[in-house]
């Protein structure tokens, strides 16, 4: 599939207030088929309209250049927005709750012991107030680290369609934009994502103390029902994730112009898991 | 930003074909666009977008044919637009690295690559954020028109500038310094222009202690991402502040001295952190968020208790219900890490491509064979043919870093970032 069509698949499985913030893609390819016509139109043209056409092909140019300039700017903007967000629901979130989610676990502990006790017919709705919010705090977290991660492909993504749109615009019109243009795009705000990525690894520690203590009491619960429809019921970060995930794989998987720039294949376990999911899913 | 980009491909030697109408222009481009400061460049493609085209058609010409001419005054050029945004020369005056000390990217570009993060047209504003750089920029400045004066015998009449508003100097003057850079060759030698230039910075200086205050709402503001390079040169209100989360503990624990996230006040909160660059725009904003983020937990606690309860109706399994829905945060959590994974792998993949492109680059050109940047970006983009055949056609000249080429390519084999 082509990049332009993965993108919007992209967009459109995102979070609804994303949908617009991604890349330009499609309207960078008309500028530069622009560029491109008035370009040939200028050169090959009798002298006389010759200014005209010229003035042309470089009004185009510039207005491609803007186009890129402002969407990076656009970039910059969004991500830096989110990541204020998130910096404050990080903390938020996994500070509180460590504290929690330690006490939870011994509280949780004793009362399943009682529980079981119990007759274990009776609805789960009863149970104590205090795993409710551990479970409400739980999904908090998970969705947190999902949104991250999402963040970070919406950079990915849209440095991979500078980088290509770029690419095409050196190749069309011969000029060399690519090498300076994506040296500065480098050194961007939404490019820089590694306070995304410790945010996003922190989320991961302190689930993985959640599981593990949630774990020990729920020893012996069988995982035989698919859990994955009750999961999949709620749509967005799910969703969006898979859709990142396949995106991603297809985007390694085969390409028509392979070059020095080229990414290698992605593993393939992904895909075993997606398509597990995939099935499952909504 | 055009301007920006072109000036680029002009100083990168590529054979652009200039339009007839602008003769002169990309020899004097050459020579004074890299020396050329930032915040022009910036405020210039911001204002682009946003302005288009006044009539006065300065031209940056003539100008630069004057800094040529004395040649202390490429340094001080730096200072008027200094004296509203940030000055390239002086980057050291800045003290924001705490901002992007997340950042660890290097910018080998030039300043001519800076981008910053604040977009909007320049509005002056007065702010309780101390001057820190005053001095130095003002002195250049004063320097400079003394010097432009001096070489010119232009003694503008300070009428323009002198009882102006601050913010009509400056949207004037932004007007104008954009004018420059867009019609950079559309007019050159209009003697006008040279005119208008030391009025404005000579009335600028008369507003000197009003300039210090802008100075420092300018330096107040968050630093461009590229460190070596501080651009401001944008809106107060709008610039851009990154939030790092030892900012925001440092916010946390203002607003918990000042008795929660209800009763504290955004100035409260900005004299007790004492953060050279935040203005008070930004603690109102962040607060803003800091409040409703805190907020919604609260609120959604009574509902979403509910919400949960009647989730685990759903898979009817009853004691089961529960395992369930931690089994699929698990499995969710799992498929986020994974492509969290993935992501981390492209990008280090994607950075290290790019680096080695770098090396090779210079490798080629230290070899002084011709034409070989071109052809080391044109097989980048060559398109259809598989690795093996990459190789011979983009290796035809060189031997030496045949061996890197093959490793590399073979590194990135059948796949595309594309």
């Not at chain 1, 970070?152 to 050196?170: F, M, P, R, W």
């Not at chain 1, 949630?214 to 859709?243: C, L, W, Y």
């Not at chain 1, 995106?247 to 085969?254: A, K």
Request: glycine letters at 6%.
């Amino acid at each position: 599939m082509k990049f332009g069509k993965r993108l919007q698949k992209q967009v459109e499985e995102s979070l609804p207030e994303w949908r617009d913030k991604f890349l330009a893609y499609k309207r960078l390819k008309r500028l530069l088929r622009l560029v491109v016509v008035s370009t040939a139109a200028a050169s090959s043209s009798s002298s006389p309209r010759r200014i005209s056409g010229i003035a042309g092909a470089v009004a185009a140019e510039a207005a491609f250049v803007r186009l890129l300039d402002a969407e990076v700017d656009r970039f910059n903007a969004f991500f830096m927005e989110q990541e204020e967000d998130f910096v404050i629901r990080h903390r938020a979130r996994t500070r509180v709750h460590i504290v929690r989610i330690i006490y939870a676990s011994m509280v949780e502990l004793q009362e399943t012991v009682k529980k079981a006790a119990q007759d274990a017919a009776r609805r789960p709705s009863s149970e104590t107030e205090l795993s409710l919010t551990m479970r409400r705090v739980r999904k908090e977290i998970v969705d947190l680290h999902g949104e991250m991660v999402l963040l970070l492909n919406y950079s990915a993504i849209n440095y991979t369609g500078l980088a290509k749109i770029v690419k095409k615009y050196d190749k069309r019109t011969g000029r060399l934009l690519r090498l300076p243009f994506i040296e500065k795009v480098l050194g961007q705000p939404f490019f820089a994502t590694e306070l995304i990525s410790r945010l996003v690894r922190e989320c991961e520690t302190t689930m993985e103390a959640v599981f593990k203590a949630s774990r020990v009491h729920h020893a012996g619960a069988s995982a035989g029902a698919r859990p994955v429809a009750v999961a999949a019921a709620e749509q967005g970060i799910f969703r969006n994730t898979v859709a990142a995930l396949m995106t991603i794989g297809e985007l390694r998987s085969r390409s028509s112009t392979y070059g020095r720039f080229s990414l290698p294949p992605m593993a393939s376990p992904e895909h075993e898991l997606l398509r597990c999911v995939q099935l499952a899913g909504p | 930003m055009e301007r920006l980009s072109t000036n680029q491909l002009y100083s990168s030697g590529v054979p652009v074909t200039v339009p007839t109408s602008l003769p002169s222009i990309p020899a004097s481009l050459d020579e004074s666009f890299p020396r050329l400061p930032d915040p022009q460049n910036v405020l210039m493609e911001r204002e682009l977008r946003s302005n288009p085209l006044p009539p006065h058609q300065t031209a940056v010409a003539p100008m630069r044919g004057h800094f040529h001419s004395s040649t202390g005054s490429v340094g001080p050029l730096c200072s008027p637009p200094a004296v509203r945004f940030s000055s390239v020369s002086g980057p050291e005056q800045y003290s924001n690295p705490n901002l992007y000390n997340s950042q660890a990217p290097s910018t080998t570009s030039s300043s001519t690559l800076n981008y910053g993060p604040q977009y909007g047209g320049f509005e002056p504003s007065i702010t309780d954020v101390e001057p820190t750089w005053c001095p130095h920029p003002v002195d250049g400045m004063l320097g400079y028109s003394a010097d432009i004066s001096g070489g010119n015998n232009l003694t503008g009449s300070t009428s323009i500038g002198a009882s102006d508003d601050l913010t009509k100097q400056s949207e004037w003057w932004t007007d104008f310094m954009n004018d420059d850079w867009k019609e950079i060759g559309d007019n050159p030698g209009s003697a006008e222009t040279q005119l208008v230039v030391p009025p404005v910075q000579t009335s600028i200086s008369v507003h000197q202690p009003a300039t210090q205050q802008t100075v420092s709402s300018q330096s107040g503001e968050p630093l461009a991402v590229v460190a070596p390079s501080p651009t401001a040169g944008s809106n107060t209100a709008k610039a851009r502040m990154r939030w790092t989360p030892e900012l925001h503990e440092r916010f946390v624990d203002a607003v918990n001295q000042l008795g929660g996230s209800e009763k504290a006040t955004p100035k409260g909160v900005l004299k007790l952190m004492k953060a050279d660059n935040l203005t008070i725009y930004h603690v109102k904003s962040h607060l803003q968020k800091y409040r409703t983020a805190r907020y919604r937990p609260e609120l959604s606690e009574g509902s979403s208790e509910k919400k949960v309860a009647s989730k685990e109706d759903i898979p009817s399994i009853d004691l089961k219900g529960n395992f369930d829905l931690t089994e699929a945060l698990r499995l969710q959590l799992e498929l986020q890490k994974r492509l969290h994974e993935q992501l981390e792998i492209q990008r280090s993949l994607q950075l290290r491509i790019e680096e080695q492109g770098k090396c090779l680059q210079m490798m080629l050109e230290q070899q002084c064979i011709p034409g070989t940047e071109k052809s080391l970006d044109a097989s980048t983009s060559a398109e259809g043919s598989k690795l093996p055949s990459d190789i011979p056609e983009s290796s035809t000249a060189k031997e030496v870093p045949e061996n890197s080429q093959n490793g590399l390519t073979k590194q990135t084999e059948s796949g595309d970032s594309q």
